[in-house]
Antibody, heavy 118, light 107 residues
Framework: EVQLLESGGGLVQPGGSLRLSCAAS????????MTWVRQAPGKGLEWVSA????????YYADSVQGRFTISRDNSKNTLYLQMNSLRAEDTAVYYC???????????WGQGTTVTVSS | DIQMTQSPSSLSASVGDRVTITCRAS??????LAWYQQQPGKVPKLLIY???TLQSGVPSRFSGSGSRTHFTLTISSLQSEDVATYYC?????????FGQGTKVEIK
């Protein structure tokens, strides 16, 4: 069974940094692109970032470009999201998801909550 | 960037009703369209991909259709467990934009 487990969320002050992790099991991690999606309280889903299977291709939403960095360690089956210069509007539940080409986001983690507040 | 617009934003229907949700893309996206269901307090779940292919394990009362810019998700006979917010998402190219969601409730 494929499982994704996020960690690293928490309370951080505006301007601060946080690194999220997503540990994968039950898949050949390196052959799948991975993505982060967030959901602000009471709001819809927002795509944040994606990374190719090999880690050489990275993609970002305009709202996080230049502040967030996605990466992966295929030897550890782990996806990361380094978040810098955090703003109140980054407050959300952050989900990692596995991407299957031609299908979409077919496996989701349970999410980790990030709160940006002073 | 391509925008995804869903309608309606919410609806209320009776058990057994046929329910249709529409998703429009601001530019053609071929059939690179997925639908997700998010039940209250739960994680989003993939329902349909490639506009009309049912994900494994999804009940057959769910169906999808459309291509290029106009897509629909249909629930043929609404059940109480279908109470959820439904999202469309384009995945032909980044950004993989979601629609704003359609909240489905039971009347």
């Amino acid at each position: 069974e494929v499982q994704l487990l996020e960690s690293g969320g928490g309370l951080v002050q505006p301007g601060g940094s946080l690194r999220l992790s997503c540990a994968a099991s039950g898949i050949t991690f390196s052959i799948f692109a991975m993505t982060w999606v967030r959901q602000a309280p009471g709001k819809g889903l927002e795509w944040v970032s994606a990374v190719s299977g090999g880690g050489d291709g990275t993609y970002y939403a305009d709202s996080v470009q230049g502040r967030f960095t996605i990466s992966r360690d295929n030897s550890k089956n782990t996806l990361y999201l380094q978040m810098n210069s955090l703003r109140a509007e980054d407050t959300a539940v952050y989900y990692c998801a596995k991407v299957t080409r031609g299908i979409g986001l077919d496996v989701w983690g349970q999410g980790t909550t990030v709160t940006v507040s002073s | 960037d391509i925008q995804m617009t869903q309608s309606p934003s919410s609806l209320s229907a009776s058990v057994g009703d046929r329910v249709t949700i529409t998703c429009r893309a601001s530019e053609a996206i071929s059939n690179s369209l997925a639908w997700y269901q998010q039940q209250p307090g739960k994680v989003p779940k993939l329902l349909i991909y490639a506009a009309s292919t049912l994900q494994s394990g999804v009940p057959s009362r769910f169906s999808g259709s459309g291509s290029r810019t106009h897509f629909t998700l249909t629930i043929s006979s609404l059940q109480s467990e279908d109470v959820a917010t439904y999202y469309c998402q384009k995945y032909n190219s980044v950004p993989w934009t979601f629609g704003q969601g359609t909240k489905v409730e039971i009347k």
